[in-house]
C-alpha cells in the first residue's frame, strides 16, 4: 500500500513509519525543510518537502497514494504565538482531508486526542459518549474543531475517514509534558505533588503505532471511531510507580489544587509577556486537574491490539532519561 503520512518526524510519527515499513508499505512523508529526516531516509521513505499549511505539497505527497495517516498537530499546552494551533490544527486539518478527497484516497486514519471530549458525563467514556461542554486547552480545542471539520466532509463529501483518539502516550525518548514531567520527578525538579486524585487514561506508544496502523489496514472500518488507552490511574498511584520503578522518593509536600492553578495562572502570565516558555501553563494544569478516564477496549476487539503494561512503559521511558 502506498501510504502518505503528516507528522512523521515527531514522537508518535517515527514509531508509525516503523510499524508501516515492516509491513511493506511504500511510505511517502511530508517533511519539513527543518526536520532531521535521516530515520526516514534509512527507511526508504520518499520525502516531500512542505506542511499541512502548504495545499501543494500535500497534493504533491497524496497523489497515487491509497492510505494517507495525518499526525501532524501542533501538541502542546503554551505557545508564544496562539494562531499556530489554528493554522495546523484547524486549517492544517482542512487541508489534509480536502486534499485526501481531491487525490481520491481509500482512507484517512486522522490521529486526535481523547482530550477532544473535555469531561464527559460518562465516566469512563466511549467512543459514541456526548463529548463535555469544555475544552480545558487551546491544543484540545483547535484538535476538536479540527475534527469536527474531518467528520463533516465524512458526512457531506464521502471523505473516507477513520479517527484515532489517544490517551496519555508514554515511551522511551517522550519529549512530550508527559515526558517532562517523568523527568521532573526522578531528577527532583518537581517540588510538590498535586492533583493527585484526578485520573488519566495511559497507553505505550507502540501500542498507538499499532493500533494506528490497523486502522489503516482493516477492512470496512470507514466511519470508525477508536479510543486507544487502557490502563487508568491516577496521578498519586502514578507518581508512586514513577518512584517505585526510579528508586527516588516523592516530594513530600502535596500542593492544593487551588494553589496549584494560581501558580500556574502567574507563570503563563509571565511567558505571555516575555515568550518564553513556562515550567507550567494554566492549560496544563487544568488538563491534569480534570484529567480523563475512558474505556479503550473497542480497539482491543476491533484492531486486535494487545496494551502493554503501564510499568512497561514507565521503565522504559525512565531508563531512556537515565541514559
Known amino acids: 500500500m502506498k501510504t502518505f503520512i503528516t507528522g512523521a518526524t515527531g514522537f508518535i510519527g517515527t514509531q508509525v513509519v516503523k510499524r508501516l515499513a515492516q509491513s511493506g508499505h511504500e511510505l511517502y512523508c511530508l517533511v519539513r525543510k527543518t526536520s532531521h529526516v535521516g530515520e526516514l531516509t534509512e527507511l526508504g521513505a520518499t520525502l516531500i518537502t512542505g506542511d499541512v499549511t502548504d495545499e501543494d505539497s500535500l497534493l504533491e505527497g497524496m497523489r497515487g497514494c491509497d492510505g494517507v495517516i495525518n499526525l501532524a498537530a501542533i501538541y502542546s499546552f503554551w505557545e508564544p504565538n496562539k494562531r499556530i494551533y489554528t493554522d495546523v490544527n484547524v486549517e492544517g486539518t482542512r487541508n489534509v482531508m480536502q486534499c485526501a478527497l481531491e487525490t481520491d484516497v481509500s482512507k484517512v486514519v486522522h490521529v486526535s486526542t481523547a482530550l477532544v471530549y473535555g469531561k464527559p458525563a460518562d465516566c469512563p467514556f466511549t467512543e459514541e459518549s456526548p463529548v463535555g461542554p469544555v475544552r480545558f486547552s487551546e491544543y484540545a480545542r483547535t484538535k476538536y474543531a ?3 471539520i474531518a467528520w463533516d466532509l465524512y458526512e457531506k463529501k464521502g471523505l473516507p475517514l477513520v479517527t484515532i483518539y489517544l490517551g496519555a502516550v508514554l515511551g522511551p525518548g517522550d519529549p512530550k509534558s508527559s515526558g517532562r514531567y517523568i523527568q521532573g520527578l ?15 487514561t495511559y497507553v505505550h506508544i507502540r501500542d498507538v503505532a499499532e493500533a494506528i496502523v490497523r486502522a489503516l489496514e482493516k477492512e470496512n472500518n470507514i ?33 492544593p489544587n487551588s494553589a496549584v492553578m494560581v501558580i500556574a495562572t502567574l507563570r503563563t502570565w509571565l511567558a505571555d509577556l516575555t515568550k518564553k516558555r513556562p515550567a507550567t501553563s494554566i492549560a496544563e494544569v487544568r488538563t491534569m486537574k480534570e484529567g480523563f478516564a475512558f474505556d479503550g477496549s473497542k480497539a482491543e476487539r476491533e484492531l486486535g491490539i494487545a496494551y ?15 541514559e
Not at 186 to 200: L, S
Not at 231 to 255: D, T, W
Request: glycine share 6%; aromatic share 8%; hydrophobic share 40%.
Open 186 to 200: 526522578i531528577h527532583r525538579r518537581i517540588p510538590a505533588r498535586a492533583c493527585e486524585d484526578a485520573i488519566m
Open 308 to 322: 502493554t503494561p503501564v510499568r512497561v512503559a514507565l521503565e522504559e521511558a525512565i531508563a531512556s532519561y537515565r
Open 223 to 255: 466511519g470508525q471511531k477508536y479510543l486507544v488507552g487502557k490502563h487508568r490511574l491516577s496521578y498519586q498511584a502514578y507518581n508512586e510507580l514513577i518512584s517505585e520503578i526510579s528508586g527516588v522518593p516523592l516530594p513530600k509536600r502535596r500542593f
Open 146 to 148: 479540527g475534527d469536527l
